[in-house]
């Protein structure tokens, strides 16, 4: 066997000692120095020299990095290995130096350290390549498809991956991924940089064939000496394997769908790759496999450049980017969809490239070569029946994502069916796990059009028609069900539409209502006004009564979310939408709900006069229409804008014709309500124990009628006059009933406002740091739901704990935001507390002027809206501020001021303090 060493000249001392080494162990070393003649053409002599090596050997050190000849022979030789399919090259590393990234992956041998030790292991690495020679012959067999993959673009880290794997010693790998990723192309690309690691490389394609069959194609394929034809499956696997073992040989099994073909395994030194859908093979370890994912964003634009540059340009391809990423995220950058689009766009170059784009279809990629239908098709054909009967019942779910318990019940299995074909699916790679605990699956969009056009539009209309009937029933149970029902929010929209498209307009009217009744309830309320937006679609342009109902219903849902994020002009504005059909259609009823809903924006934008206007016309229109159950509710609101600006007598006389009004009606839930607005009143008195015996009464009612939602507000209510007695342990106990409650029903809001009070409890406890975690909580929820005037509650509490650290500037720059959102949302009442606490600050800063001018501005608003508790606590710190700055005329007259008012509110906690107060400046 002829050995070229390749090497420096100046490393010759080295070589010389390996050639003699060599021809002692009866190979025959080729030299420069030796065979190459005085006046000889050196270049010519090289290429022979080359030509009639067996092997190569190259002798790697700073010097031969920087020798020219050196390089022109390494590179030659690599070319070779490719070429003629055969190992060609050992590296002696001799001294240390860097090695270029093509040969890092060649054969190595250390001679650093121990240049008799590594002569030895060259001349060992030698006998086994003299070995495989007299099994395979000179030139390594190669079984590839006849397609070489040039248009490959992109997986440099699993090509990294592989070859690090694979080729420095024998392994076994599994590449695993959906349909159409390309693990095929991937493995093949791989067998083709390869060729020069191994003396064999076979690629054998396996698919839902036996194992039997499988062999009998590898052993034909394979050059065993013997006759293998007429042998038994079980001895040709036999002979297979010996063959593929005496040699360091690379098996790629391609598209394994069964266990049985680990009986193809030859054992080391052969190393085998695998590709296949399903996510694991048992005898494969987690960290031997990859997941074959689809392209990124740079990955499809380089191939459509590779494809499309030569037709259209650079610059066009550049130019129409978006367009074609666009359509590769349509096909969710399936690589074998991307390839097959360019091809297909490559052959529409009469067109602009934006509009052949638009020319593409999803049931038509196919380019005579690579038909991504039909790719799909097989697989969907591949599973058992009642795989694909799941199949097609996901498809008419959201392609975002579905429910299984929901497709279960469309494809018409139990449970632990449709558990057992998802399983089956995932192993497939046919369906996509998103969300194991919440059971969220998900179809490739390709695969959804393939089983949508398999399944055909009589079989869809069929499981449409389930789709919604599933929705019905479920739905209908809402308040018990209500989790269930948020898993399936967004199948609403689809569900209605078809409905309405049968013409079944009240069931599509029903389920719509259903839905935004769940989402709103849940604080989903970006589903819940997608749902009402839907139902303005259907009935919009129409001008027939049944459609202007529906359209007043809708504009009023729409007007409820748009006031719970704060958005509050345009809420009113369709709430006047409201007010004008109602008004086309002499509803009346529906008119007095429009004056009320308007009536509770104009109160948060503290235009409570114009407010109590709108009441009293609801109110009449009540009156008029004998309808005692709008009057109660009127009375409950017109009590509220009475209690803010202190009128406690005349709120708590509206909330008691309320009470009676429910006892007359039997109307238990609002009579709960009354219960727990009077008791408000009567705290707000001081008069704590008539007000936790009427929240009593108001838990009573609400565990006798299951109202859970109106059961966790009395709890936090009780929690607070617990508070106000100082029995915090009993407080914090309600609050955490109120949190789960309110974790159950997914209640946000008022999951917020328990954070918030709990918050309050461990502030007092000096536990800040908790607190402030809690009030955190309350404000993600409060940005969440779009809930403006809770988050300006949020940040006044937490600046009062940045303000008991010191950190007063932070603190300000809170309130500001506390007053901000007040402004926008013209809260005259948040607004007045914020002017009071940032007056505090403004004091313990000692610019007295400026927390004076904010106490007035405080007073006014106060005054204007006939706020007196409020007004107190602003004549009680206004008090304290004109002692500091020594005004005690002042600061005596505030005090009596505000200690009348919590005298005449009956509120004994701060009257006593403001007492103390005036008591100690007259002592002064």
Known sequence: MKVFLSHSTKDKEFVQRLAAALEAADFEPWLCEVDIGRGENFVAKINEGLGQSDLALLVWSPDAAKSAWTEQEWTSLLAQQVEEHKIRLGIILLRDHPLPPLLRTSN?????????????????????RQRVQRFSGLKAPVYLPDYRPKDFVGREAYLARLQETLTAESGTFLLHGEPGTGKSVLALRFAWDAQKDFDAVIYQSCGQR?????????????PIKIDVKTLPP???????????????????????????????????????????????????????????????????????????????????????????LGFAH?????????????????????????RSVLKLRLDNLNDGVRDVPQLFQKAIASQPQREQRLLAAAVVCVQESFWLPLVAQIAKLEEDEADDAADRLVNSALLRVLDRERRRFQLHALLREQVRTDCGSGEIDNLQQSHAAALERLFKDWETRWRDCRECLAEIIPAAKFLWEQKEGARQSSLSDYGFVVARRIGELEDAFRISKQDEAFHAGCSDREALDVLHRSYGNQALILQAWGQLEEALALFKKVEVICLELDDKDNLGISYGNQALILQDWGRLEEALTLLKQQEAICLELGDKDGLQASYGSQATILFSWGRLEEALALLKQKEAICLELGNKNSLGISYGNQALILKAWGRLEEALALHKKEETICLELGNKDGLQASDGNQANILYSWGRLE???????????ICLELGNKDGLGNSYCNQALILQDWGRLEEALTLLKQQEAICLELGNKDGLQTCYVNQAGILKDWGRL???????????????????RDGLQTCYGNQAVILQDWGRLEQALALHKKQEAICLELGNKGQLGYCYWQWGSLAERQGDKQAARQKFEQALAIFAELKMPRERDAVQAALDKTDAA
């Open 330 to 354: 349509k096909v969710e950058m399936l690589p074998i969809a991307v390839a097959v689009s360019a091809s297909l766009l490559r052959e529409k170059s009469a067109s602009r490239l934006d």
């Open 210 to 222: 036996g194992v039997d069959e499988i062999t009998a194609e590898l052993a034909d394929r394979l």
């Open 108 to 128: 190595r041998i250390e001679a650093r350290w121990d240049q008799a030790a590594a002569i030895r292991e060259v001349l060992d690495w030698l006998k086994g």
């Open 234 to 324: 079980e001895e040709k696997r036999k002979q297979s394997m010996r063959w593929l073992r005496e040699r360091q040989s690379l098996l790629i099994l391609d598209d394994v769908w069964g266990r049985d073909v680990r009986q193809l395994e030859p054992g080391p030194p052969c190393s085998v790759l695998y590709t296949s859908r399903q996510p694991s093979l048992p005898w494969i370890s987690a960290q031997q496999s990859l997941e074959v994912e689809s392209f990124r964003e740079e990955e499809a634009e380089q191939l459509f450049h590779a494809y499309l540059d030569s037709v259209f340009g650079a610059n066009e391809v550049t130019r129409y980017r978006a367009v074609l």
């Open 809 to 827: 500037e932070e603190a300000l720059a809170l309130l500001k935001q506390q007053e901000a959102i007040c402004l926008d949302l013209g809260n």
């Open 730 to 740: 009993e407080a914090l106990e309600l609050h955490k009933k109120e949190e789960a």
